[in-house]
């Protein structure tokens, strides 16, 4: 078990590029999702998969922003058109989902938009 | 709307004594309580859960406290150690799964030795 795992630890991008940050979950793991975190506050909820199936995706914060998780196994987030707002840590977690079945976190990708 | 509320931005507490830590929430229809433990350039990691259905919880030194009357949750860290200092995130949801937690805006805990 070598825990949640988030490439890259850092990303540096410029407005208007796209970006796509990779997570490999806990093997067995079969619940993923994204939580995007801003300075001084707490990790807001983007979105989840249970295998390949994303089962939630209202929250993702614009229709720029998409995930996938192809093969049931990694997942990748995408943000299209980046905007300095979207300058945060991106987490994610997994979960194998049965109960209880509390997340387990990676340490994140932290993205700045200049 | 922040439905789940973390009044106090930090606190400090002795080695060896009891930290405290509160949160509180407004949406009744949170059925599921955690605790998350979060260390500078980590993830956040998992401490404790409490199911709504119970008012207490105990694992070694951590206690979570839930008055759904109150719609009110803590954490009791007894006695403190100084490697319990870190930002303490409370997090709730509506399923038992903990799928889509929402979460506190943290609390950061120092332990003085």
């Known amino acids: 078990d070598t825990g949640v795992s988030q490439n890259p630890r850092h990303k540096i991008t410029k407005r208007g590029q796209n970006v796509t940050f990779r997570c490999d979950p806990i093997?067995?793991?079969?619940?993923l999702y994204w939580y995007r975190q801003t300075l001084g506050q707490g990790p807001e909820f983007l979105t989840y998969?249970?295998?390949?199936?994303?089962?939630?995706k209202s929250r993702l914060l614009s229709d720029r922003f998409s995930a996938e998780r192809p093969k049931g196994s990694f997942s990748t987030l995408e943000i299209q058109r980046t905007e300095q707002g979207d300058s945060a840590m991106y987490l994610c977690?997994?979960?194998?989902?049965?109960?209880?079945?509390?997340?387990?976190f990676g340490n994140g990708t932290r993205l700045t938009v200049t | 709307d922040q439905q789940v509320k973390q009044n106090s931005p930090s606190l400090s507490v002795q080695e060896g004594r009891i930290s405290i830590l509160n949160c509180d929430y407004t949406?009744?229809?949170?059925?599921?309580f955690l605790w998350y433990k979060k260390y500078p350039a980590e993830g956040p990691t998992f401490l404790i859960s409490?199911?709504?259905?119970?008012d207490k919880n105990e694992d070694g030194r951590f206690t979570v406290f839930l008055n759904k009357s109150a719609k009110h949750l803590s954490l009791h860290i007894v006695p403190s150690q100084p490697g319990d200092s870190a930002v303490y995130f409370c997090?709730?949801?509506?399923?038992?799964?903990?799928?889509?937690?929402?979460f506190g805006g943290g609390t950061r805990l120092m332990v003085k030795p």
């Open positions: 093997s067995e793991h079969n619940r």
């Open positions: 409490i199911s709504s259905i119970k």
């Open positions: 949406n009744s229809m949170f059925d599921y």
């Open positions: 998969f249970q295998n390949e199936a994303q089962l939630e």
């Open positions: 977690a997994s979960s194998s989902g049965t109960l209880p079945s509390p997340l387990h």
């Open positions: 997090a709730a949801s509506e399923d038992n799964a903990g799928n889509m937690l929402t």
